[in-house]
Each structure stands twice: as structure tokens, then as C-alpha cells.
């Protein structure tokens, strides 16, 4: 039971830093500094909504790769292999320079291993419903700061992201920690709630230094990620509203 929980402590701990670097990198379109790149070169389009709007293309294609074509990482990978095979063979057979072959197969045989490795981690942090369906968490979540973005701008935008990277991880890695001594509420345990309700509250009395404000936010966050079937779409635009609303 132990070793079992020690794995899938590990395996969420992946998975939570890759949710962190992405949503983070969500925030990046809405930095006055990244929005002055854009008008620099005169671009005549909102550089925040184009960019949301275009990673949201980008993430619904994949993500419809992966539906139609469900081995499609397999595929990718064997085509690159067998490209990468002939290449080397090639270059042996044409190329007549003292110990090249062996120095090839060497190079063949580290992107072997690192193609193993790196198959290994997709594996270990790939949910069962993600081989299904592709990675759809990622894909909603950029349609909803897309959404909270084009409806309320980039202050309720923000809280969104922010939730989606304090909320949604505390949450699950504390309850993984937790399961065993304390009952779950719906999804999570009360450790988790109020590790979570606590970083909130804090991140977001640094935005605006009103606490009433950022306790009344920090509370609907965690009750979304509580009762959402899936918070990486109700989290970000549903905190923004209400952001919108105790800011008006």
C-alpha cells in the first residue's frame, strides 16, 4: 500500500509541475511586456486574444489527432526512428570516413535510450482517460482563460490562472498525502481544503490587499474544485467572474 501510494505521489508530483510550468506560461499573454512586443511591430489584432485564441486551435487539434488517431504518439515516433535508421545507413554506406559506422551507432543507440526514457515518463504521467480521449485537461483550460479574457478582461484572467496554480495543485498532492488519516469531501480532504483555501486567500490579498476580496474568492475556488467534474475548464472562468463582480 506504501509503495503504491510513494509511486502515485511521484507520478502526481510530475504531473502538477507540468500543470504548473503550463499554467503559468497562460499568464505570460497578459504582461504589458509581451502585449508591447506585439504593438512594437504594429500588430493591428489584440495580442492577448490572439495568442489565447491561437493556442486554442493549436491544443483542439491535437487534442483531435489524438481522438482519431489514438496511437498517434506510437506512429510519430516509429516514422522519426525509421527516417533517423535510414539516414545512418546511408551515411555509412556512402560516406567513407575511418570509424563511422561505429560512431553512428552510437549516436543511434542514445536516442534509442533517450526515446525510451522519454516514453517511459509519458507513460507514467498519462491518466487512462488521456489515452482515450488526448489531453483534453489542456485543452480546457485555454478555452476558459480564453473565455474569462474576452469577457472580463486581464485582472479577473489572472485570479483564473492563479487558482488553476495554487488551488488545483495543493489540493490534489496534499490529499494524496492525506488520504489515509483524513476522509475525503467529495474529492479532497480537509487538509487539502484548507492548505489550498489558505495559499489562495494569501496570492490573492497580494493582487489587490483587500481580504474580504480574497477570502471570498479563495472560497469559491475551492468549491469549484471540490464540485467541478472538470476544473481545468470551470476553475479559471468561473473564479474570473467572480473576480469581475467583487472588483465592479
Known amino acids: 500500500m506504501h509503495i503504491y501510494i510513494h509511486k502515485s505521489f511521484g507520478r502526481e508530483i510530475l504531473r502538477k509541475m507540468i500543470h504548473l510550468m503550463f499554467a503559468l506560461a497562460l499568464a ?17 489584432y489584440d495580442a492577448t486574444v490572439f495568442t489565447y485564441a491561437l493556442l486554442t486551435f493549436i491544443s483542439a487539434f491535437i487534442n483531435s489527432l489524438q481522438i482519431r488517431v489514438p496511437s498517434i504518439y506510437a506512429a510519430s515516433l516509429k516514422m522519426l526512428r525509421d527516417f533517423r535508421k535510414k539516414v545512418i545507413e546511408y551515411i555509412s554506406e556512402n560516406i567513407k570516413v575511418e570509424n563511422i559506422s561505429d560512431i553512428l551507432r552510437d549516436i543511434d543507440g542514445a536516442f534509442d535510450k ?9 507513460t507514467s504521467v498519462e491518466r ?24 472580463f478582461g486581464s485582472l479577473p484572467t489572472l485570479y483564473g ?10 489540493t490534489a498532492i496534499v490529499t494524496l498525502l492525506t488520504v489515509e488519516r483524513f476522509k475525503k469531501i467529495s474529492k479532497h480532504t480537509i487538509p487539502s ?32 474544485e471540490l464540485f467541478s467534474p472538470e476544473d481545468n475548464l470551470t476553475l479559471p472562468l468561473i473564479v474570473a467572474v467572480f473576480s469581475h463582480i467583487f472588483h465592479l
Open 28 to 44: 505570460i499573454p497578459l504582461t504589458p511586456f509581451y502585449r508591447q512586443i506585439f504593438l512594437d511591430i504594429g500588430f493591428p
Open 193 to 224: 481544503i484548507i492548505a489550498a483555501f489558505t495559499a489562495y486567500t494569501i496570492t490573492c490579498f497580494l493582487i489587490d490587499n483587500n481580504i474580504t476580496t480574497a477570502i471570498s474568492i479563495s472560497l469559491i475556488a475551492v468549491l469549484i
Open 161 to 170: 490562472i492563479l487558482a488553476l496554480v495554487v488551488v488545483d495543485p495543493i
Open 128 to 151: 487512462e482517460y488521456e489515452r482515450k480521449y488526448g489531453y483534453i485537461g489542456m485543452t480546457f483550460g485555454i478555452v476558459s482563460i480564453t473565455l474569462a479574457y474576452t469577457l
Open 114 to 122: 533517450h526515446e525510451e526514457k522519454f516514453t517511459e515518463f509519458i
